[in-house]
Antibody, heavy 123, light 106 residues
Framework: QLQLQESGPGLVKPSETLSLTCTVSGGSISSSGYYWGWVRQPPGKGLEWVGSIYYSGTTYYNPSLESRVTISVDTSKNHFSLKLTSVIAADSAIYYC???????????????WGQGTLVTVSS | DIQMTQSPSSLSASVGDRVTITCQASQDITNYLNWYQQKPGKAPKLLIYDASNLETGVPSRFSGSGSGTDFTFAISSLQPEDIATYYCQQYDTLWTFGQGTNVEIK
């Protein structure tokens, strides 16, 4: 069974960089047809797609965050990572990593999710 | 950007009631729409993909319909375990979620 697990600091200071890693187990991050993505959810609010990456390194980013977001992948460690620079309080959220099913040729849905990790931006 | 507008934002219904949620896209997305269920403290779970296809293992009381800009999600007979927030998500151009509909038991 595929499992995803987020890890990283739960507290980040304003203007600093948020860094999270998602470790994939029970399957290979290099499987063709699947991207790997980040979705965030501010406390009590809705879901926002942050970005997605293929094992080759191809990325897609939410245009509203693109200037501050970098997603990378390490196939040797079977994990992918998120960096969000110059964070503000509004970046406080539960950050989920998820598998993005693109096996039909179009990236459709997120079918496997991590449990989520809460990141708070505060001094 | 494609905006997704869900309504209502919350609803309260009795066990056994039929519940419907609508999702409107800001432009034509054909049938490129999914529905998720999120229970408190949990990650979202995919229920419906391609507007009307039931994900494997999802009870048949859940259904979806629509195309173009207007979509509907339904629970034919509300069960206590269906208490959750439901989100639509388009995948025509990048990926955008609706703001969610909180379903409660009356």
């Amino acid at each position: 069974q595929l499992q995803l697990q987020e890890s990283g600091p739960g507290l980040v200071k304003p203007s600093e960089t948020l860094s999270l890693t998602c470790t994939v187990s029970g399957g290979s991050i290099s499987s063709s047809g699947y991207y790997w993505g980040w979705v965030r959810q501010p406390p009590g609010k809705g879901l926002e797609w942050v970005g997605s990456i293929y094992y080759s390194g191809t990325t897609y980013y939410n245009p509203s965050l693109e200037s501050r977001v970098t997603i990378s992948v390490d196939t040797s460690k079977n994990h992918f990572s998120l960096k969000l620079t110059s964070v503000i309080a509004a970046d406080s959220a539960i950050y989920y990593c998820a598998r993005h099913d693109c096996s039909s040729g179009r990236c459709k849905y997120f079918d496997y999710w991590g449990q989520g990790t809460l990141v708070t931006v505060s001094s | 950007d494609i905006q997704m507008t869900q309504s209502p934002s919350s609803l309260s219904a009795s066990v056994g009631d039929r519940v419907t949620i609508t999702c409107q896209a800001s432009q034509d997305i054909t049938n490129y729409l999914n529905w998720y269920q999120q229970k408190p403290g949990k990650a979202p779970k995919l229920l419906i993909y391609d507007a009307s296809n039931l994900e494997t293992g999802v009870p048949s009381r859940f259904s979806g319909s629509g195309s173009g800009t207007d979509f509907t999600f339904a629970i034919s007979s509300l069960q206590p375990e269906d208490i959750a927030t439901y989100y639509c998500q388009q995948y025509d151009t990048l990926w955008t979620f609706g703001q969610g509909t909180n379903v409660e038991i009356k």
